[in-house]
């Protein structure tokens, strides 16, 4: 059986990005089929104080492969924060997919009850790594990729569900 916070982490940080991968194309052809320069969409966000939608990929992808990295004691792999296509960003996201896809399973063995810290701000954040996982983890890296949907939403991409749910599923 695998390990818990591999089975619930691991799987779900894969799919997520799959699905936002596949989404960042549809944008991708949504502007090319409207003659939209396609870094449009890159700066375009929901409100001011949000971040756009390069940002909402970024921040998906150092999320999950911080994440991942901090369960298993290990320094996460550094990307720097300067891609200007969608092609990149789906570059970047096929990057997080393949460094996550390299921890095998039974680094996670323990990870339920490792000490982890996050910095946040000026202060720093500290749990036990299913609590991290369950609380902090999960629900920002879905609410990045739930904003990337947003995002390429309200700029006219058609999108439904589906999409969001990923995998070929109709609903």
């Not at 799959?18 to 969409?41: D, F, M």
């Not at 001011?48 to 990295?69: H, I, N, S, Y």
């Not at 910095?119 to 629900?139: H, M, N, S």
Request: hydrophobic fraction near 40%; glycine fraction near 8%.
């Amino acid at each position: 059986m695998l390990n818990n916070l591999y089975t619930f982490s691991v799987p779900v940080f894969l799919r997520g990005h799959a699905v936002l991968s596949e989404l960042l194309r549809k944008g991708e052809a949504h502007a090319a089929g409207c003659n939209i320069t396609p870094s449009a969409l890159l700066i375009a966000r929901l409100f001011p104080d949000m971040f756009p939608l390069k940002g909402q990929v970024q921040a998906a992808c150092d999320t999950a492969k911080r994440a991942t990295a901090r369960l298993v004691g290990v320094e996460p792999p550094r990307f720097e924060d300067n891609e200007t296509t969608i092609e990149q960003l789906r570059a970047r996201l096929a990057r997080t997919i393949d460094y996550i896809k390299s921890i095998p399973a039974s680094a996670f063995e323990g990870s339920e009850t490792r000490d982890i810290k996050v910095p946040a701000g000026e202060r720093t954040l500290e749990f036990k790594g299913l609590d991290f996982l369950q609380t902090w983890v999960i629900p920002n890296v879905f609410f990045h990729v739930t904003t990337a949907y947003n995002i390429l939403r309200h700029n006219g991409v058609d999108l439904g569900k589906a999409d969001f749910i990923g995998g070929g599923r109709k609903l």
